[in-house]
């Protein structure tokens, strides 16, 4: 499966795609790319400061995004992020022409109850647009959110970046009426180095992706 015709593609990456050869990625017609900053309190992403700076290099718009578990202090999780974020932007955590807003990850509960897993989240979601002065986005995946979550609208202030597979249209959780970035497929693309790589798409044209980015 392809990106759908007149879309705007992009891939989200992390350690598993290893060193990634963005100038044959932006070549093959990808506008955008995320990749893993973090997870959790302590770990951070391998990749993250060549990718981050390969996705410039190459003229690619750029995001970082963040694994979120519940079950660790959303704070030091905050800190971590914007950590990873620093080392790899000049140590500035302002996002800049570009960069388009953090992502967090949450797929998700460690065991924890959903009102906590929301409140954690919030919380993250806060602190980084503070300090990053954009606005955030929320992934996950719509079985998740609905089957595990319960459809919880707490965060539906946020941009929805969606996951959901092989399907000619998503289904969203019904606390969002419509998505920012879908992530549609996995398949190998030229200059990933790794059986496959996760595919998405921007909703909306290329000029307003790269207002998004910070580009007036």
């Known amino acids: 499966m392809a990106w759908p015709t007149g879309a705007v593609p ?23 790319g995320f990749a893993k900053a973090s997870e959790g309190e302590s770990s951070s992403d391998l990749y993250f400061v060549d990718n981050w700076s390969g996705m410039k290099a190459a003229g690619i718009l750029r995001g970082a995004y963040h694994f979120f578990h519940p079950a660790r202090d959303p704070q030091a999780q905050v800190n971590r992020f914007l950590q990873q974020l620093a080392k790899a932007n000049g140590d500035s955590v302002v996002l800049a022409a570009g960069d388009l807003p953090a992502a967090l990850d949450i797929e998700v509960t460690d065991g924890i109850a959903v009102p906590a897993v ?28 609905n089957n595990t979550l319960g459809n919880p609208s707490d965060l539906s202030g946020y941009p929805l970046w969606i996951s959901y597979l092989n399907v000619t249209t998503p289904i969203l959780p019904s606390a969002w009426p419509n998505w920012i970035f879908w992530q549609f497929a996995q398949q190998p693309l030229t200059g990933v ?20 980015a910070g580009y007036a």
């Open 10 to 32: 992009g891939i989200d990456v992390s350690h598993y795609q290893a060193v990634i050869d963005w100038p044959t990625v932006q070549s093959a017609g990808v506008a955008f």
């Open 193 to 212: 180095p790794s059986v496959s790589v996760d595919l998405d798409v921007f909703n909306g044209t290329e000029p307003e992706l790269q207002t998004i």
């Open 118 to 145: 929301m409140a954690g989240a919030m919380a993250w979601l806060m602190a980084v647009e503070a300090a990053t002065e954009r606005r955030p986005i929320v992934y996950t995946y719509t079985n998740f959110w």
